[in-house]
């Protein structure tokens, strides 16, 4: 039985764009939602904070965190205020996320990994 794979994440993302080619070349079909275009759905994120925790989703290394000024960073301190800010900036959110088979959660491109979940 095939797994349904739906990868989130932003079209002009480099780690987005290396892991939708990774997918590519292993022949797996991939559903790709894009946060930019298609907003964040929220019910997911709640799945997604509940599978991996809302510390790995915020991506504190990206521009996007960069840019906010320190109130807005400081104001990031549980689930909620999180939550708050993804809602409110997707770029934030670390990429891809990816839903295998509606079971499994994973944050960010590696290869390996991948490969064992296919």
Known sequence: MK????????TNCDTVKKARTWLAGQAVEVS?????KQGVPEQRLDTWMAA???E????RQGTTWRKLDAAAQAAV???QSARALMLAQPSVIKRPVVEWGGTEVTVGF???DWQQRL
């Open 110 to 112: 590696a290869a390996i």
């Open 77 to 79: 301190t549980d689930a």
């Open 52 to 54: 991996v925790g809302w």
């Open 32 to 36: 790709f939602h894009d946060f930019k």
């Open 56 to 59: 790995k989703l915020v991506n």
């Open 3 to 10: 797994k349904s794979i739906t990868l989130y994440g932003i």
